[in-house]
């Protein structure tokens, strides 16, 4: 068993005010999106500009923060939610969806792609890949934090969180989330998107790749106490969310690769577009 290591979830603290490390670990994560959208941006043809892709970030990270935390009551606390609907405000007792952020930032990614000139699909395509690094960021501030542990386990790197009652021996399922939906993740959709995809074929593969890690790593995570499994005794509510991604995300794949839907879409758009100018 390891020891956990005793980390003090403030940062810095400076008189009443008290930076967290959660928090930095949301800023280094838009910082790193912000970094490699602008790589992307100076590759060939690549079509986007600084201004651009800070404005992308800006609108993402409003997504995410707003669609999280709705995310979270409405997916995780529902019930305390009817009981007091102030609580969706109550920021400073935490609570974050990663889906109910990938929906906000969905929506802040077509509300851009509106305001530009660009479609909806360059817009999605671009942004996937910048999006890992922040998710791996985050899992560390989860393990700083000592919160979202794994199940009771005796493998020899298992260790004992300072929060936990019950003072048993957990997987550190926050580093696997870290190396999987966060660096792994990252390695896969960045060079997956390094070469011409079909419309939306990027976007697919980041829901399925995602998906399917969160899913597998949830048979390590301890169920939300207050949610238990959700069905079938074994079925968690990070698995109920991830699953329809990995359907969706496949279903994305196979109109972008075998039928070409969503580029015979944006053909079609273009040539309404040219007509139009006439």
């Not at 974050?96 to 000139?117: N, P, Y």
């Amino acid at each position: 068993m390891l020891q956990y290591p005793q980390i003090d979830p403030v940062a810095i603290s400076l008189g009443p005010l008290k930076i967290h490390w959660y928090a930095l670990t949301y800023i280094a994560g838009f910082a790193a999106a912000w970094w490699l959208g602008n790589v992307r941006a100076q590759g060939r043809n690549s079509g986007w500009n600084r201004l651009q892709v800070s404005d992308l970030i800006t609108n993402s990270a409003i997504g995410v923060i707003l669609g999280g935390r709705i995310g979270y009551v409405l997916f995780y606390n529902f019930a305390g939610l009817l009981e007091n609907p102030l609580s969706l405000f109550y920021i400073w007792q935490g609570g974050m969806s990663f889906h109910g952020g990938l929906l906000g930032v969905g929506i802040a990614l077509w509300l851009f792609a509106r305001s530009t000139d660009k479609s909806v699909y360059q817009v999605m395509d671009f942004t996937a890949p910048l999006a890992p690094l922040g998710l791996a960021f985050g899992r560390l501030g989860n393990f700083i934090n000592g919160e979202l542990w794994g199940r009771a386990s005796d493998v020899p790197w298992a260790m004992v969180f300072p929060g936990d009652a019950l003072k048993i021996a957990r997987h550190p399922s926050q580093l696997y989330q870290f190396a999987l939906e966060g660096l792994s993740l990252f390695v896969i959709i960045w060079f997956y998107s390094s070469k011409p995809r079909p419309a939306f074929a990027v976007t697919g593969a980041f829901c399925v790749a995602y998906g399917v890690f969160r899913t597998y790593i949830e048979f390590y995570r301890e169920p939300d106490a207050h949610l238990g499994f959700v069905a079938f005794d074994w079925l968690t509510k990070g698995q109920q969310l991830s699953i329809p991604m990995v359907i969706g995300g496949l279903a994305i794949l196979v109109a972008a690769y075998k039928f070409d839907y969503f580029g015979k879409t944006e053909a079609r758009e273009k040539r309404q577009e040219a007509r139009g100018k006439r």
